[in-house]
């Protein structure tokens, strides 16, 4: 069960001006399953991309490098679901141009202006034929409304589609924003998460679109951890459509650009987060701040430390406020000059840890009662300094093992 | 259920002369358990010790390594199970002093001769009293037959006690040598275990034991993994007794400092491996080797990812051989200018991927053969070099899930 995460009303999904979307069974891994999504984007969109950093990418993500390095004008994406097409060396790679080339003939474009992503069992042979057979269903579903429909199309072993959507006044007009995200494992995203897909119609300088897409994905989708494990597939992409009739936003640091980044990154926060929530047998959403850090990089190897323990996430699953768990985790993070006598640790208002220990006026009982809650923050104070760093994550249940030890069943 | 591993038969057991071990119930968490050990070392011993890199390392660890530094001859050790003494602040440190003065005390010695370990639940303060009231018992009990009874009287999660011991001849004379170790949790070791106690008779050159104990550990406890989890506790400790009569031991590399050394390695290793045999939840021990690697530490740092990772261990468990998340782990270990098509996979004698992709002769049956057996070996061949390494772990269950929700009740 997703913690304090519903599906998305397909109706509160702004369509955004010169997207349009449409999803097919191409019965990839197994028959009768949405599989196969396509973005088709109005000619003058500008499109930016930030992949996984895994030396192990998958065949889609350097074929998307390519595109996106090459200049041409992106018109669409196809995603796959059933078959992440990692692990497959030169035949891989050969298939994900094989998927481009297929889906450009059918739009008339050139195949370096379609993106290819794909997510799902890693070392196994893209069947490119399926795909390539499943596309003029895809294309003839095509509509602006159907985010929804995408935001399905594009899960494996979430349990809920995840899309969420805001609008914002800038100069004058509307800006529509909207995105979808898919994963539940394997998620430790390393410049993006497992699948993103975010658009705007918003007028805004195309030159602006990488460094927005890195900064967006920096304070979302790379904060967030399941299990540690970097996918070969991360793929985060920032579409604007161009459409919306904004002055257009010349300078990020302008008030229009900070206007519409703020709005951005709510959406690819919430996106982040929902991937989170939907993590694999999640029970609980954890918050892990880390404050008092001489960087941010301390701040964050600490906060994973902490996401990343098995005792601490097992901790969080039995609701057992056994906290020391998190000190040994802040402990072993690999900050070697770190002074132990400094530390204090907060459980969202409890103050559990003093200068290292026990908080003489910690009560277990103040402890368990935040342990039950299904939204939990942790905060450790470092007292080194003035940097500070937010992760989510969730807890590790029997669940996790169930679905993985059981995936490809 | 452990993997391969029953408990250690007390006959087996070599006594080490001049060493004499006491066991009692002192109460420290619960009552009925043996959880006080005191080791007892005649005249002339020498003692060295390493212990954990955790910079929220316990109190008796910072007592152990000050003992050890003041030069000191170690004549007596105390451990108590139930309580980690970690995370108690200037008020734990005080406590594991007065453990070490009520021994002391007891035997006519100098508090720095006495060395203090504690295992057990973090951040709760240690009830020196109820050790104090236990130790006459445990001085009363003392006898150089008592290896298996301390075996057991160190446990905490463990299923079974852990001990091994061989004998060798080196220059005419007897040489013995009997360890014991603990931990099945929060098993990560960084200069250590959890708590490892290996005892020789051996003639050696007291300066010899501090270089010998770091490579010992170097080779066997600082490379298994359960968790990934480093503890606050982990320690292990050396001793000579100087009583075997051989010729002394004046240098490591001499022929006879070889012999010794790979006599006491194989204990180490014995007793290390048999920490994740009986690892939280194990179903099967793994080696992981990396080969091909351009130093020891990248090979290292790619076997810790793969032994880390809970997709891969998951996939252990359900006897899946779901190889491409061991690929993905290669690709996330954080080797930079790693080229995936350098690389090689093997089961033990099954041939999986073959530069960075599926060979082409792997048929999944071959692999599921090998993920059902007890005992599997991942070799990595990464084609940069010619360093290599070995890790050793388990996979990760639901009874891993449910032992560490349950920890406390």
Redesign the interface.
Known sequence: MPVNLSAPVAQDLHPVAGVRIGVAEAGVRKAGRKDLTVFLLDEGASVAGVFT?????AAPVQVCREHLASGSAIRAMVVNTGN?N???????LARARATCRALAEQLGLQPAQVLPFSTG?????LPVERIQAGLPAALADAQPQHWARAAEGIMTTDTLPKAFSTQLQIGGATVSITGISKGA??I?P?MATMLGFLATDACIAPELLQPLVRELADQSFNRVTI??????NDSFVLMATQRAGNAPVTSLDSEQGHQLKAALLQVAQQLAQAIVRDGEGATKFITVRVEGGRTGEECRQVAYAIA????VK??F??S?P????I???????G??D????L?DLYLDDVHV??????NPAYREEDGQRVMQQSEITVRVVLGRGEAAETVWTCD???D???I??????
């Not at 990343?308 to 005792?311: A, D, G, I, R, T």
């Not at 840890?353 to 026990?358: M, S, T, Y």
Request: glycine share 12%.
């Open positions: 950093q895994n030396r192990f990418c992440a990692a692990g497959t060396g030169a035949d891989g069992v890693i070392m196994e042979q494992g394997m430790r390393n299990d540690g494990d970097t996918s070969t990343h323990s098995p005792l097992t901790a699953f039995a057992d056994n906290l020391g768990r000190l040994a985790a802040v402990g072993y993070a900050i070697q770190l002074d132990q006598a530390i840890a003093v200068q290292g220990g026990r590790l249940s029997h996790y093992v169930t993985n030890a059981d995936y490809r069943s």
